[in-house]
């Protein structure tokens, strides 16, 4: 158990719809990273919130945003869904930011019907 | 640009050899790296890192070995056993403010009892 909780486990939507994915990082970190694996694409980064401000950006659709809250958990926003967006949602976090070891959660599995 | 691949995408070895699994970067400016295991249904589990300024680093049945010259990067799994059989993905940070991980595809240990 690597101290990061993700929820739900598993999500099904219809296209067109919005889902929230929510993320608690280990107690202490304070840097929460949001990853996409999908079968083509592999394991792709999203964003990166340190301290509840956004750190770095990686290849996230503008349908996409995420928040990091002041008790430092992180929401991902996914809207207007399609059916390319299925795929397994993960969240990492670290203590800070920087070259250190990133811990992952159990991912949410979302299937957009 | 940056890239982290892996040469063979599947390995099976017999329960008690050695494993070795190899990964490609291109980012000859990358300098911290990170191995990590995912068995199905599951998050990525951090196994080992190593930094540039190393070539080689030991944990628990593990070795990361880093050649910086022909930017490669190899995890030695001593005395495999059936709970190994996973998914290993090599990963590359890319530094500067950034702290992303970028990912290979991934290579399928199979351990055969």
């Known amino acids: 158990d690597s101290g990061v909780t993700q929820t739900p486990k598993h999500l099904i939507t219809a296209t067109g719809q919005r889902v929230t994915l929510r993320c608690s990082p280990r107690s202490g970190d304070l840097s929460v990273y949001w990853y996409q694996q999908s079968l083509d694409q592999g394991l792709q980064f999203l964003i990166q919130?340190?301290?509840?401000?956004?750190?770095a950006k990686g290849n996230i659709l503008e349908r996409f945003s995420a928040q990091q809250f002041p008790d430092l958990h992180s929401e991902l926003n996914l809207s207007s869904l399609e059916l390319g967006d299925s795929a397994l949602y993960f969240c990492?976090?670290?203590?800070?930011?920087?070259?250190?070891?990133?811990?992952f959660g159990p991912g949410t599995r979302l299937l957009v019907l | 640009g940056e890239s982290v691949g892996l040469h063979l995408p599947t390995l099976s070895v017999q329960e008690g050899d050695n494993s070795i699994i190899n990964c490609a970067y291109s980012n000859s400016a990358s300098d911290y790296f990170i191995w990590y295991k995912q068995e199905s249904g599951k998050g990525p589990q951090f196994i080992i890192d190593?930094?540039?300024?190393?070539d080689k680093r030991q944990g628990q049945r593990v070795t990361v070995l880093l050649n910086k010259t022909v930017k490669h990067l190899s995890l030695q799994i001593a005395a495999t056993q059936p709970g190994d059989s996973a998914v290993y993905f090599c990963a590359e940070n890319s530094g500067g403010s950034n702290y992303k991980l970028t990912f290979g595809k991934g290579t399928l240990l199979t351990v055969n009892p």
């Open positions: 190593i930094r540039s300024n190393m």
């Open positions: 919130y340190y301290n509840g401000e956004e750190r």
């Open positions: 990492a976090s670290s203590a800070r930011t920087g070259q250190e070891t990133q811990y």
